[in-house]
């Protein structure tokens, strides 16, 4: 994962600590005790409570064949049986494979396909979805009502003996956003992933007195640990699971649960800081507001502190490692109009032109990075990692930035071909090719296009092979069992797309058309 020298600069520097998340756990349960931990609805469960449930539940899924090593596919959405099932699976040292509930039966089946999966872990149904039967073949093991599955609520056994892994092991894959094809897998070991949220916790000023509402999806690399619910763990603090993140469901509880802290993306920002003069909660616990996922413009972050009566945070990070905050302690231009700078003193950054030579100071360039938890490559990616990765370690961000005299970002664009959809990743190529298979598209190129609310939609150019309207694309696409955030908002037909000088299709000037509307 990290060259030995990189490995020991960072242990002895304190960075990693030798501990496992299934360790992390067991000390804050000892230390935490009777504490509450994790909320959700009319269930609350202390901090030596979810140690013990791990346990069990790691006793369970070794019975139903789970070993160390193994990879299972965990899609929940937000309910407490979440923290059993990775925490169990990190006592056992098996890998969770952290899908989206918004995920739907081509991404499940690619990655229990690429990650060999064990088994499948998911709900019964969630927000109208059967969610019981995308694992396809693969074990299942289901929340709720298991039809023809294994409920989870049977394999909470007497706890057994563990082999667990060792801190430097793979604890988890996660998913990249990707640019191309469906999303690699990231994977992070138990060190380098605890050193994030521990410094993180810091930098957010958790305690026990904190209060942290989850209302993005908590397998999110950002609500589980920047600092997210494993930071709000680590500190003592209370984890509040929202099922919705709507202002009336976030808000309630909000006032219900005093909640000092909480995450959201831009959109969901802008929507919550509208929605504020007109709602009838007392959001006054509430202190700070975490803002990520997509750049937060100047403008909208402003109007936070007013709306919401809190500070607001921006952060910028990636699944692959770099996390950026701007501090609480920041001034306003700064907290407004950069993403933060990195956690750790070892966080190497350089902004680099089309040929990897650095930029001038303050001129926009090429983010690339390398840390104490910044990874190496992905998981069983050789030839993507060629491209990703630079000889010396250093990863390819794929996002265009400037840095200030003070160290901080500030976020400029893609220079990948994806679009950020609120937060929410698409990659092109993916969508490109689902396109392709419908039997009237000639020729198919997906860009982004400009949108107040969620920073960026999807248009899909389309040459077509005869008459066919853009819904009838749009519902092919979903039809295929592709999350719905990945859809193409628009469709547009052309008679042709305009080409580079090397004849590829050129997206920038089919982005261009939108920018200049």
């Known amino acids: ?126 927000e109208g979805f059967d969610h019981r039967d995308l694992g396809g073949g693969v074990p299942t093991i289901v929340v709720g009502e298991p039809g023809p599955h294994t409920a989870l609520a049977d394999l909470y056994d007497e706890p057994v003996p563990l082999d667990g892994p060792a801190a430097g092991d793979l604890a988890f894959l996660q998913l990249s956003g990707g640019s191309t094809g469906v999303p690699k897998l990231i994977p992070r070991t138990h060190d380098d992933y605890l050193y994030s949220v521990r410094a993180s916790a810091d930098i957010c000023g958790l305690t026990t007195d904190s209060v942290y509402l989850v209302a993005l999806p908590v397998a999110h690399n950002y609500p589980l640990s920047s600092p997210g619910v494993l930071g709000a763990l680590h500190a003592g603090s209370r984890i509040v699971l929202a099922p919705r993140a709507d202002p009336d469901t976030a808000f309630g509880l909000i006032e219900r649960e005093r909640v000092t802290i909480t995450g959201v993306v831009p959109p969901l920002a802008i929507i919550w800081t509208d929605s504020a003069a007109r709602a009838d909660y007392d959001l006054s616990s509430l202190e700070v507001l975490q803002v990520g996922g997509a750049k937060f413009s100047a403008e909208a972050a402003r109007r936070v502190g007013p709306a919401l009566g809190c500070a607001v945070q921006q952060v910028f990070g990636m699944a692959e490692g770099l996390v950026n905050y701007t501090r609480l302690d920041d001034p306003e231009d700064i907290v407004t109009g950069t993403q933060g700078r990195p956690i750790s003193p070892d966080d190497e950054l350089r902004v680099v032109d089309e040929d990897d030579e650095p930029v001038w100071p303050g001129e926009v360039g090429h983010l690339l990075t390398r840390g104490p938890y910044t990874i190496r490559g992905y998981y069983r990616a050789d030839a993507h990692n060629a491209r990703a990765f630079t000889r010396d370690g250093f990863y390819r961000t794929g996002d265009l930035v400037r840095l200030t005299d003070g160290g901080y970002v500030v976020v400029e664009g893609r220079d990948k071909d994806q679009i950020n959809r609120g937060g929410e990743k698409v990659a092109a190529e993916e969508v490109e090719n689902l396109l392709l298979a419908h039997p009237a598209v000639l020729d198919a190129a997906v860009v982004a296009m400009p949108d107040p609310l969620l920073g960026e939609r999807s248009c899909a150019y389309v040459i077509a092979r005869e008459p066919v309207r853009g819904a009838v694309l749009r519902a092919h696409v979903r039809d295929q069992g592709l999350a719905a955030f990945k859809v193409p908002d628009r469709v547009e037909f052309l008679d042709a797309f305009p080409l580079t000088p090397v004849g590829k299709v050129d997206k920038k000037a089919l982005r261009l058309r939108w920018e200049d509307a």
């Open 1 to 126: 994962m990290w060259p030995e020298d990189a490995a020991a600069r960072y242990r002895e520097k304190g960075y990693w600590l030798g501990e496992t998340l299934g360790d992390f756990l067991r000390a804050r349960a000892a230390r935490f005790g009777a504490r509450t931990a994790v909320v959700d609805g009319a269930r609350r469960t202390s901090y030596a409570e979810l140690d013990a449930r791990a346990d069990r539940l790691a006793a369970g899924l070794v019975r139903f064949g789970i070993a160390r090593g193994d990879r299972v596919v965990v899609q929940l959405p937000n309910v407490l049986e979440f923290f059993d099932v990775v925490f169990a699976l990190f006592r056992i040292g098996a890998l969770p494979v952290f899908a989206l509930p918004v995920h739907r039966a081509t991404e499940i089946g690619y990655f229990c396909a690429h990650a060999e999966a064990r088994a499948f872990v998911t709900v019964d149904s969630h």
